[in-house]
């Protein structure tokens, strides 16, 4: 069995012409409900349709498309793949889609091969991953595991517009509920968004964890006063303070273990004016790592560095975990699969964590899952200079389509 | 001599009814060119009427009014005082009336002791020394003292309107110049907006020196990178860098000496989300000391601290000095003239420094000045909470007139 790296890279050039931007690099815009997500949609049914495969369209407007070859047992449970075809503003073609026509070229290799799953195969777009304009990500998915009801869902709001009536728009809002915890396995194929792939000179990662994930809020509160008329002494600066507990994060973040991240990605402060002590800083942090302790041992230096900043330089501090995913572990035998598959093509494989939430993490929660990655060239993703080379491309969909293979046998 | 306490109460009052907020506290909003400020004007110029002093308006609004006693010789450099009517939008009711209505009364008091000066006796009130909305402040000093041409002035613009439209909408369009060089000498009373009259319970202060102001912009560029995909070490991350540079101005402002100050007040991040490690980082930064070699230290200093963090993280800086004023020293006769008039009323007097900007800064570099300084409860100022005591205001205005009166004889 061969995929057609030729077939994978027109679909993916041809979805990258959907809110497609004039910029150098190769860059796109496709938010959920908009005249490009659409397109994007509409031609991926178009691409299913081809390949023979039956459409359904859930309420929430995650497309599905299945192959149920006449050796398979129509009532089995699927083994399916797929990831999403939205992206941020200003993003790649790559991080989404990659993983949605590898999984359809999967589908197709294994067709023209004669291959004859006892499994049926699904391949699936999940609605609103990047969580840029209804919700704050993994949308489709969060539905399709129970995580978030239908109701709830379709009531989310982008000023005056509800996702209903964007899906409604598109033609998009479909029936029911695709239900994740009826496939027997999933994997979702994604450019790695990180340097560990072109470093070890490989195509291909099989991913062991996805990190936890928790973004905590923090005010830091002193006194605003005049610039000039303030002596030294006197001051109680929430920005000063603020930028110590900035590298306390770095610095535990160094010392609680090596697959451990904090990062404070934002950082507001008041009044905001050269000629005024700050008063006050509001701060986003994000701290993940494989390890949950890992991560609860950060929290919890992140909160002594609050407290030491109240006790050393007066200030009043807030600290809110308002988010807060566990690490989840993929499966040994979607991993197994995948290295048996790469062995089969002669393709070297490295085991390797993911540090970005994926629409996997959801579905890990109910089923056995695992995902791959494709080397992305200096990590860079989220941006139009984010590039895979077709043959890591054609590579990771092989390994893909030799996985499904097995996992559908 | 003796001055009307309550006569300068009523003033300072009816005067905060113009622009007045509905807020705890005394706060006025009162920005050039609006009703309020038309308001204000109009009852200063009803009040110098009222004393019999003749005003004149030139054409950036700057109010004078002089009283030509019978003593005086009416070709004599006329001795002058006072500040301005405008204010920060929420400021206090203090920040300029008091220096304004201060000077009124003691004209008035000089008038019902039967005082006879010998030089005419000018009270002044410039426009937008708070640089709220067409300028960056001290602006009409800047036109007496011949620094800014009104030419460029009456065309600075907030939106679509001119400085000249918003002066003639009030009716206070006047022509000519004010010109300060013309002045004796120059006093301003002013709040002091800082705790050292408070310590040392003293009402009034005597300005030996203003500080000078410079201000920097400071750029910090890094790399922006997926917060989970990216582990610390391969980061460039322009918030943590910024960091650093933050504490360093502190502790650079703490070393080189006890009157200076290093403020970073105001700092933006690029892109500014959690899950984003920091590309970018803006800053402005405010340095003050009565000492100009003391500001350039600090300015090395943090120049220093911008070289060892590209260093030392690799990030790239930007350090641009784009505003700078040297300190300005209070002369000797008219600081002597306030010690005395101190010593005639029994009302000591603490010699202080101003660390805040004020019209004086520009009237000092053409005659013979210096400022009054009122306790000012907590040193807060710029903000509705900004109060100083009936009697702090009267003992200050008392010593304002003893040495007004000496510097006119």
């Given at each position: 069995m061969k995929i057609d790296g030729k077939r994978l890279k027109d679909d993916i050039e041809t979805n990258a012409?959907?809110?497609?931007?004039?910029?150098?690099g190769h860059g796109r815009t496709v938010l959920t409900g908009t005249e490009a997500n659409r397109q994007a949609r509409e031609y991926f049914v178009e691409r299913l349709e081809d390949a023979g495969l039956e459409v359904r369209v859930d309420a929430v407007g995650n497309i599905v498309g299945r192959w149920t070859p006449e050796?398979?047992?129509?009532n089995a449970n699927p083994v399916a793949a797929g990831s999403h075809l939205d992206s941020v503003?200003?993003?790649?073609?790559?991080?989404g889609p990659l993983g949605v026509y590898s999984a359809l070229e999967a589908v197709r290799a294994m067709q023209d091969a004669g291959v004859e799953p006892s499994r049926p195969v699904e391949v699936v777009s999940f609605t609103?991953?990047?969580?840029?304009?209804?919700?704050?990500?993994l949308l489709g998915s969060s539905v399709a595991v129970g995580e978030r009801s239908l109701e709830d869902v379709l009531e989310l709001r982008d000023g005056q517009t509800t996702l209903e009536e964007a899906l409604e728009t598109m033609g998009?809002?479909?029936?029911g509920r695709i239900d994740?915890?009826?496939?027997d396995s999933w994997l979702e194929l994604h450019i790695?968004?990180?340097?560990r792939l072109e470093r070890a000179e490989l195509a291909v990662g099989v991913v062991t964890t996805i990190t936890g994930i928790t973004h905590c809020h923090v005010d830091v509160v002193g006194e605003a006063n005049h610039a000039g008329a303030t002596p030294m002494p006197e001051r109680i600066d929430a920005l000063v303070a603020a930028s110590e507990f900035v590298q306390d994060v770095e610095r535990g973040a160094n010392e609680v273990g090596e697959t451990t991240v904090g990062t404070v990605g934002k950082l507001n402060v008041r009044?905001?004016?050269?000629?005024v002590v700050p008063g006050a800083v509001e701060m986003g942090v994000d701290i993940r790592d494989v390890s949950y302790d890992a991560m609860n041992e950060l929290v919890s230096l992140a909160r002594e560095s609050l407290s030491r900043l109240e006790a050393e330089r007066g200030v009043e501090t807030r600290f809110l975990r308002e988010f807060d995913v566990e690490p989840i572990e993929m499966s040994e035998r979607c991993r197994q699969a995948a290295h048996d598959a790469g062995d089969d093509s002669d393709i070297e494989l490295l085991d390797l964590h993911s540090g970005a939430a994926h629409d996997t993490m959801n579905i890990a929660k109910v089923t056995d899952t695992t995902m791959l990655f494709a080397q992305s060239r200096d990590g860079i993703?989220?941006?139009?200079?984010e590039w895979t080379e077709w043959e890591d491309c054609a590579s990771a969909t092989q390994v893909l389509a030799g996985a499904l293979s097995s996992l559908a046998n």
């Open positions: 012409e959907f809110g497609a931007l004039d910029v150098d050796s398979a047992d129509p503003p200003e993003g790649g073609i790559f991080d609103e991953e990047e969580g840029q304009r209804f919700a704050d990500g998009f809002r479909g029936e994740a915890s009826e496939w790695e968004q990180s340097e009044p905001n004016a050269t000629n993703s989220h941006n139009p200079a």
